[in-house]
């Protein structure tokens, strides 16, 4: 069964850093690629970076891009999100998504992780 | 950017009728498009992927059609379980994006 269990998630001051994980099971982690999306409290989706399955390639939103970093460590079956200069309209839940093999759709999704931005 | 518009933003309907909410890409996306359920406090559900294909487990109820830019998802025979917001989403391109959401509500 396919799990991905994301942690992390806390109060955080605007221009602070965190990181968030997502600890996935019950597949080949390095085989397929992972994204994490963002919602914004009842606000709707919003995806925010992307990473191939060897980690050799990375995609951004611009409205992360410079701030955040996505990356992976395979051997850990783990994915990351280091987020810097971090500000209060990137509060939200993020989720950690697995990708579908040939297409950049997410098959399965962990339960999601607050955070919020606030002095 | 593909922008993804949808519409309604919200609708109300009854159990047992017949739902359609359309999706349009400001770009030709072929038949790159998914469908998403979300309840409250959950996290989203593929439905349907490839414009058309279902998902394992998704009740035939649920249906999806279209290319190009204009896409529609349509649950026959709503039952109570389906009241929820619904997204598109096109994977054709970076970056990715997602429909503004339709909730669909009970009247």
């Not at chain 1, 309209?89 to 955070?115: H, I, M, N, P, S």
């Not at chain 2, 009740?59 to 998802?73: K, N």
Request: glycine share 10%; proline share 4%; with cysteine.
């Amino acid at each position: 069964e396919v799990q991905l269990l994301e942690s992390g998630g806390t109060l955080v001051q605007p221009g602070g850093s965190l990181r968030l994980s997502c600890a996935a099971s019950g597949f080949t982690f390095s085989t397929y690629a992972m994204s994490w999306v963002r919602q914004a409290p009842g606000e709707g989706l919003e995806w925010v970076s992307s990473i191939s399955g060897t980690g050799g390639s990375t995609y951004y939103a611009d409205s992360v891009k410079g701030r955040f970093t996505i990356s992976r460590d395979n051997s850990k079956n783990t994915l990351y999100l280091q987020m810097n200069s971090l500000r209060a309209e990137d509060t939200a839940v993020y989720y950690c998504a697995k990708e579908y093999v040939g297409g950049v759709w997410f098959d399965y999704w962990g339960q999601g992780t607050l955070f919020t931005v606030s002095s | 950017d593909i922008q993804m518009t949808q519409s309604p933003s919200s609708v109300s309907a009854s159990v047992g009728d017949r739902v359609t909410i359309t999706c349009r890409a400001s770009h030709d996306i072929s038949s790159w498009l998914a469908w998403y359920q979300q309840k409250p406090g959950r996290a989203p559900k593929l439905l349907i992927s490839r414009a058309s294909i279902l998902e394992s487990g998704v009740p035939s109820r649920f249906s999806g059609s279209g290319s190009g830019t204009d896409f529609t998802l349509t649950i026959n025979s709503l039952q109570p379980e389906d009241f929820a917001t619904y997204y598109c989403q096109q994977p054709n391109s970076f970056p990715i994006t997602f429909g503004q959401g339709t909730r669909l509500e009970i009247k």
